[in-house]
């Protein structure tokens, strides 16, 4: 491989060269099963017809002007986003990260506004919201911090899915004016609240007057069987932060805001070259008008308990894996030990997962798989996962011997 690339990414050895719904084919011809999307992202699959038209009837009108002028396909996409969310307003960006940034400089402001001098933001451990200094700095990962320091200041640490902890802060700081989570945490793992935790999150931002700063970048979009995780709760966050899914491979993230949030970005305070223009817009509108079109957050829904429900039976006397949990099409298979080495095993076996928090398989596939494709995926991982587990099973046994 040329070293003309920074050597960011360890990577794995495959270069895929063309892709058609579920699935992608490396140089060899050999076919795999996505059950990752592009970490999230190709949730209507590769080459989607309708998302290259797209491209390429506005491609061929107008790409780029500026935000220094009006943008209709940036209004619309706005219309239909608040119209799906409940929020009142969106900015756009070119990332996740950025969407965050955002987010965290509304925070800010807000603080300001309010007489706060040296606003705070709290924010959870195994957290992951991007690379941008002030995202680092946010997340909950030392790993990611490492070498970066110093890092950006105005962040309260605290644990997730830990109502009481936030209640210690509230009555401790008085600095605090915003709190930002995932409604599930994608790179930490696949961590699923309690049930009632964003409810009470919401109830606690309210009595505290804090923004209450959700990040959709991995859960938005359908991925978990509703617009927005949030939707599975009856509450509507203050600010949330969205990318990935959005684009379906083109890059576009948006933050959305309501109530105390609505109005606080004024003219010069945030701003982005590309962000919002004609084309990523454009295709964002296709990729939500399909979702919409063909039902897709009913059927992610009904993919995930098939998917779930498959694998919970087929490891039902595993006691290798440890846990099976997930909403919608964002899945977490956690094993009783490190698992990394499954990367390599599920790409010999045609199968693209990822594994987070060093022992949990995460599996992100696209919405549009069929049933049979579905089953498909099970029956790849189930026979991955076994033969790891009974490998690794006798390696330890003979190390004890
Ligand atoms: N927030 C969450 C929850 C994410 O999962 C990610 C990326 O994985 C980000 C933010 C950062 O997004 P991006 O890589 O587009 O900057």
Same mark, same amino acid.
């Given at each position: 491989?040329?070293?003309?690339?920074?050597?960011?990414?360890?990577?794995?050895?495959?270069?895929?060269?063309?892709?058609?719904?579920?699935?992608?084919?490396?140089?060899?011809?050999?076919?795999?099963?996505?059950?990752?999307?592009?970490?999230?992202?190709?949730?209507?699959?590769?080459?989607?017809?309708?998302?290259?038209?797209?491209?390429?009837?506005?491609?061929?009108?107008?790409?780029?002007?500026?935000?220094?002028?009006?943008?209709?396909?940036?209004?619309?996409?706005?219309?239909?986003?608040?119209?799906?969310?409940?929020?009142?307003?969106?900015?756009?960006?070119?990332?996740?990260?950025?969407?965050?940034?955002?987010?965290?400089?509304? /925070?800010?402001?807000?603080?300001?506004?309010?007489?706060?001098?040296?606003?705070?933001?709290?924010?959870?451990?195994?957290?992951?919201?991007?690379?941008?200094?002030?995202?680092?700095?946010?997340?909950?990962?030392?790993?990611?911090?490492?070498?970066?320091?110093?890092?950006?200041?105005?962040?309260?640490?605290?644990?997730?899915?830990?109502?009481?902890?936030?209640?210690?802060?509230?009555?401790?700081?008085?600095?605090?004016?915003?709190?930002?989570?995932?409604?599930?945490?994608?790179?930490?793992?696949?961590?699923?609240?309690?049930?009632?935790?964003?409810? /009470?999150?919401?109830?606690?931002?309210?009595?505290?007057?804090?923004?209450?700063?959700?990040?959709?970048?991995?859960?938005?979009?359908?991925?978990?069987?509703?617009?927005?995780?949030?939707?599975?709760?009856?509450?509507?966050?203050?600010?949330?932060?969205?990318?990935?899914?959005?684009?379906?491979?083109?890059?576009?993230?948006?933050?959305?805001?309501?109530?105390?949030?609505?109005?606080?970005?004024?003219?010069?305070?945030?701003?982005?070259?590309?962000?919002?223009?004609?084309?990523?817009?454009?295709?964002?509108?296709?990729?939500?008008?399909?979702?919409?079109?063909?039902?897709?957050?009913?059927?992610?829904?009904?993919?995930?308990?098939?998917?779930?429900?498959?694998?919970?039976?087929?490891?039902?006397?595993?006691?290798?894996?440890?846990?099976?949990?997930?909403?919608?099409?964002?899945?977490?298979?956690?094993?009783?030990?490190?698992?990394?080495?499954?990367?390599?095993?599920?790409?010999?076996?045609?199968?693209?997962?990822?594994?987070?928090?060093?022992?949990?398989?995460?599996?992100?596939?696209?919405?549009?798989?069929?049933?049979?494709?579905?089953?498909?995926?099970?029956?790849?991982?189930?026979?991955?996962?076994?033969?790891?587990?009974?490998?690794?099973?006798?390696?330890?046994?003979?190390?004890?011997?």
């Amino acid at each position: 491989m040329s070293d003309s690339i920074m050597p960011t990414y360890g990577r794995l050895s495959v270069t895929f060269e063309k892709g058609l719904g579920a699935w992608l084919w490396d140089t060899s011809g050999k076919r795999y099963l996505d059950a990752l999307s592009g970490i999230g992202v190709c949730g209507l699959g590769h080459a989607h017809p309708a998302i290259a038209a797209t491209l390429a009837q506005q491609g061929s009108t107008l790409i780029h002007t500026s935000n220094l002028y009006h943008i209709p396909q940036q209004q619309q996409l706005a219309d239909e986003l608040i119209r799906l969310s409940g929020m009142e307003q969106a900015f756009f960006t070119n990332s996740g990260a950025e969407a965050c940034e955002a987010a965290i400089k509304i /925070a800010r402001l807000y603080g300001h506004n309010k007489g706060i001098a040296m606003p705070a933001i709290i924010v959870a451990e195994g957290s992951f919201h991007g690379r941008t200094l002030a995202t680092l700095s946010a997340t909950g990962n030392r790993k990611i911090q490492a070498g970066f320091e110093p890092l950006v200041q105005g962040f309260i640490r605290a644990k997730f899915n830990n109502i009481d902890e936030l209640r210690e802060i509230a009555k401790n700081s008085h600095d605090a004016v915003a709190i930002l989570i995932e409604p599930i945490q994608g790179e930490g793992g696949i961590n699923i609240p309690d049930d009632n935790y964003l409810n /009470a999150v919401r109830e606690l931002c309210h009595e505290q007057g804090w923004l209450m700063m959700l990040d959709e970048v991995q859960t938005g979009i359908c991925r978990t069987g509703e617009w927005f995780a949030w939707q599975h709760s009856d509450i509507k966050p203050d600010v949330a932060t969205l990318a990935k899914g959005l684009g379906n491979g083109f890059p576009i993230g948006a933050c959305l805001v309501q109530g105390p949030a609505a109005n606080v970005l004024q003219p010069g305070n945030h701003g982005s070259t590309f962000g919002g223009n004609p084309l990523a817009c454009s295709v964002a509108l296709t990729v939500l008008k399909i979702m919409e079109d063909e039902q897709l957050v009913a059927r992610t829904e009904q993919l995930g308990e098939q998917i779930c429900t498959n694998l919970k039976q087929a490891f039902a006397d595993e006691t290798g894996v440890v846990d099976i949990r997930g909403k919608g099409l964002m899945i977490g298979i956690e094993l009783d030990r490190s698992c990394d080495v499954l990367l390599k095993d599920a790409l010999e076996a045609g199968l693209l997962i990822s594994i987070q928090a060093d022992k949990t398989i995460r599996l992100l596939p696209p919405f549009i798989l069929s049933d049979e494709e579905a089953d498909e995926l099970v029956t790849r991982l189930v026979k991955v996962i076994t033969t790891f587990l009974a490998t690794e099973t006798v390696c330890s046994l003979g190390k004890v011997s």
